[in-house]
């Protein structure tokens, strides 16, 4: 029995001199660092001399869109654009190390990355590779994006609001002093009903700068289109129009004001088609990866020399801010609008959405539909 327990004794000091020793289930540079790699949030790729990737992360598989097991071996250059590969080599070589180098990568879904690099050394200090640490920023360019044309436009419209507001307050002033000068001129009524307009056209202006003012405040977000779509249509009245929808279930990165876009482009629809029975809704993948959502009618269309100008502030038959302001809405994540359609056979107005602002969600048999 005394046997045993010494044997016992002397093996947990084996045990307790092992890990001492050899730091076993200690936390240390020798048993952190493969963990810390494999689980950091930027991805890791480990190129030789001539650019091979040696190793890398799953993060970085994350970010190039492939499996980790297909980066092995692989030229870097095939998920970073050669331009920018050259212009790490060339800062490796002359900075040794360099940082925030932004690089947008090819393919439909491109993204923004930023780079940070450093040359790795062998045992005999002779160059050997170079460590590169990426980051995915798409989100905060977006964002950056976003805000910078937002204060853009904010800075038009107060320019233009102030200009307009100024014109209706001189002439409701007018107005006002010719009636005060004589209540019971012969044109006194007609004076009035042009003061009340006047109110009308500045209350309007207010309005719209209080709903303007919220473009680029909050930060784009991902929205299903069929939502912002049926949200739109069962807000308007439209007796007797038969409104069609045919879009695959997606999702637009977009400012949270883009369902007011659906809704003007309907209103618009409905007030200017004319004897219009018909409104179509569809969303097509384009062969760039833009999805064009396209919003087309029977009435009389847009005259050619118009295309452009219905998207001007102040133009049109109304208050002359619908179209305009939803161009505004959409430019906050580089989304644009065009009227295509010919003139007599119908409106056509098409929302072109760049490959990074709109994603899959539950894809329908061949997905968004494909025009060539």
């Keep these: 029995v ?12 084996l045990i307790a001199h092992a890990i001492h020793r050899y730091g076993m289930f200690t936390l240390s540079p020798q ?50 654009p050669d331009t920018a590969y050259a212009a790490i080599r060339t800062a490796v070589t002359q900075q040794g190390r360099f940082s925030d180098l932004e690089v947008v990568t090819d393919g439909k879904k491109n993204r923004v990355l930023s780079i940070a690099g450093a040359p790795v050394s062998d045992p005999d200090g002779e160059p050997a590779g170079v460590v590169l640490i990426i980051r995915d920023i798409t989100g905060r360019r977006a964002a950056e994006t976003a805000l910078r044309t937002a204060n853009q436009k904010l800075s038009l419209l ?23 000068e004589d209540r ?10 042009r003061s009340i307009e006047a109110a009308e056209r500045i209350k309007k202006h207010l309005q719209f700068s209080r709903e303007y003012q919220m473009i680029g405040v909050y930060q784009p977000v991902w929205q299903p289109l069929e939502t912002m779509i049926e949200h739109a249509v069962s807000a308007i009245h439209h007796p007797g129009i038969e409104i ?14 883009s369902p007011k876009v659906v809704y003007n482009l309907l209103e618009n629809a409905l007030r200017h088609g004319g004897e219009l029975t018909r409104i179509e809704i569809t969303a097509c993948e384009q062969a760039d990866g833009t999805l064009t959502i396209t919003f087309e009618d029977d009435g009389p269309g847009v005259p050619d020399d118009e295309k452009e100008q219905i998207f001007r502030y102040g133009y049109g038959k109304n208050t002359g ?9 959409l430019s906050v994540t580089e989304i644009g609008i065009r009227e295509t359609g010919t003139a007599s056979r119908g409106a056509r107005f098409e929302i072109l959405v760049p490959p990074r602002a709109w994603r899959a969600v539950a894809r329908k048999e061949g997905g968004p539909c494909t025009d060539g």
């Design 158 to 180: 107060s320019q233009l609001t102030c200009h307009d507001i100024g014109n209706d307050v001189t002439g409701l002033s007018w107005y006002l002093s010719l009636l005060s």
């Design 321 to 329: 801010f619908g179209l305009a302001f939803s161009r505004d809405i």
């Design 184 to 193: 019971m001129h012969h044109d006194g009524d007609v004076y009035l009903s």
């Design 2 to 13: 005394n046997l045993v327990f010494i044997g016992i004794v002397v093996f947990s000091l």
């Design 244 to 257: 069609s929808v045919r879009t695959a279930p997606v999702e637009i990165y977009a400012d949270p004001l």
């Design 31 to 80: 048993t952190a660092v493969p963990e810390i790699l494999r689980t950091m949030p930027d991805g890791l790729v480990l190129t030789d001399m001539d650019g091979r990737i040696i190793a890398t992360n799953a993060a970085a598989a994350e970010v190039f869109g492939v499996a980790e097991g297909d980066l092995s071996e692989q030229p870097v250059g095939r998920f970073i």
